[in-house]
């Protein structure tokens, strides 16, 4: 499994409708997915100390789907791999009174990742081109804008030292139906019932559309898009985990030398008590 196979050359179009939800590429069974998995999750606590250590770079995953998409689920298993104590998520809901005085991209700046963390998006400045778009809460001269402002301000995160990894996690109207019935159904699932999400579910082909711009107009070399097919919870873990693994490895992460010789330092011997 390649990274690569999830994303398109910046300037070619997403086409969602051809991307299947329900892909798990060339395995077929979840049980063949977890020692790989596994090793991709180790993989990722490695890299993370070297990120940490080496206080270079910081990593921003941008994290967007449709309600019952499974954010919730890939943050917990696969960001699930990383140390707390160098990683954050951040979940982005309707902007507050003080969030909407201000352009749309200042509570995103506040917030991403410093050198050395891990910042997680759960939603994103993307909203501002998805919901808003598809609700029509800004007229169209200002959100149309919107696509060339974030690819200056990903290219402004990116050039100070920002790797950044954008997830779509892409699934098909059929299995946001059987989770959203399950949310109905399992008395442990009611809090994440939202009457609301049945109102976005009837403008999924709107919301397909506002996607595919999203995807194919901020898909730039310094902040590549990645769709993965999330139907089967098991596959999307293993193809974000890839996605992970693949986008810190290309950073060459050392950890920092040492000044001089560390073995010439004695270790004090203490008598205690
Ligand atoms: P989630 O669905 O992510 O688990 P919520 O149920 O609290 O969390 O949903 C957050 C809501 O906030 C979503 O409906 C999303 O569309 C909305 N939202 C996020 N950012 C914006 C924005 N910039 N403008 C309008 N609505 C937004």
Known sequence: ??????????????????L????????????????????????????????FAGGKHGLLVVLQAMDGGGKDGTIRT???AFSPQGVAVTPFKVPTEEERAHDFLWRIHKVAPAKGLVGIFNRSHYEDVLVVRVKGLAPEEVWRR??????????LLAETGTKIVKLYLHISPEEQARRLADRQQDPDEHWKFNPGDLEDRKLWPQYMAAYEDALSLCNTPWAPWYAVPADRKWYRNLVVSEILVEALESLHLEFPKPDGDLTAYKIPKIKWP
């Open 1 to 18: 499994m390649k990274a690569s196979s999830f994303t398109r050359p910046p300037g070619k179009r997403f086409h969602l409708a051809k």
């Open 20 to 51: 299947d939800p329900g892909s798990t590429g060339k395995l077929d069974s979840k049980e063949k997915s977890l020692p790989l998995l596994e090793k991709n999750l180790e993989r990722l606590w490695s890299l993370q100390n070297r990120l």
């Open 78 to 80: 696969v960001m699930g």
């Open 146 to 155: 919107r696509y060339e402002q974030i690819n200056a301000f990903e290219q």
